[in-house]
């Protein structure tokens, strides 16, 4: 499983990882070991997460109180106990963020600030805008997009499925129903439809039968 090697964190290996700008900067960051409970799953680095100070047991938050730092590295504890280290303080970007189940941003957003955890928006190249604390409106129109897209895609492929089902259709040379000025001045109209030659899908014509092709025991005696 990938993990990302983190800012403040030192490493002496020579290994390639796939890092994950988490961190907005190096500033200020405190992490601590713990341990993710066997069960709970796989969890992905910058998940907010909630560590005992007592125990130093990591587990996913399901009230905004227990929001209290977040997942350093991926860790898959689906059939074991595992270690993990979490970040306490420090400053991180709102768009590599996992955030606790339904909970408000803007809530858990102000209970992380009170461990000096700030979570920043992040301004993307295109001028869009990350926020860490999304309106009900924008969380809204997020979603209706997103059912938007999954309809159109959806229209495109019942099109091309379609389309395979019709198949070729008989057809004379187009170019033989053309006006001369047509001929002359745009021959593309009488373009053929472009078929790759196979049958559509369920409408593959069954070969015609043969008697010579039958075996001898089903040839009638003579």
């Not at 350093?72 to 963020?97: E, H, L, M, R």
């Not at 979570?119 to 999304?134: C, E, F, N, R």
């Not at 969380?139 to 499925?161: F, T, Y």
Request: proline share 8%; aromatic share 4%; with cysteine.
């Amino acid at each position: 499983m990938p993990t990302a090697n983190p800012i403040g964190v030192a490493s002496f290996s020579s290994a390639a990882y796939a890092y994950n700008a988490l961190v907005s900067d190096g500033d200020d960051i405190n992490t601590l070991k713990g341990t993710v409970a066997s069960g709970i799953g796989v969890l992905i680095r910058g998940t907010i997460v909630n560590i005992d100070p007592a125990t130093l047991a990591i587990t996913v938050p399901t009230t905004v109180a227990g929001c209290n730092a977040i997942l350093v590295n991926d860790v898959d504890s689906t059939a074991a106990t595992v270690p993990a280290q979490v970040y306490t303080t420090g400053s991180f970007k709102a768009d590599a963020i996992t955030w606790p189940g339904a909970l408000s941003h803007a809530l858990v957003t102000d209970q992380l600030r009170d461990y000096q955890i700030n979570i920043q928006s992040v301004i993307y190249t295109d001028g869009t805008l990350v926020k860490s604390a999304p309106s009900k409106a924008e969380e809204d129109e997020a979603k209706k997009q997103i059912e938007k897209n999954k309809a159109e895609a959806k229209k495109a492929a019942e099109a091309v499925e379609e389309a395979a089902k019709e198949g070729p259709k008989p057809s004379d040379s187009p170019s033989a129903h053309l006006s001369a000025d047509e001929r002359e001045q745009h021959p593309e109209y009488g373009a053929p439809a472009v078929w790759t030659g196979e049958p559509a899908p369920g409408n593959a014509e069954k070969p015609a039968s043969n008697p010579a092709h039958k075996s001898a025991e089903h040839q009638p005696k003579r």
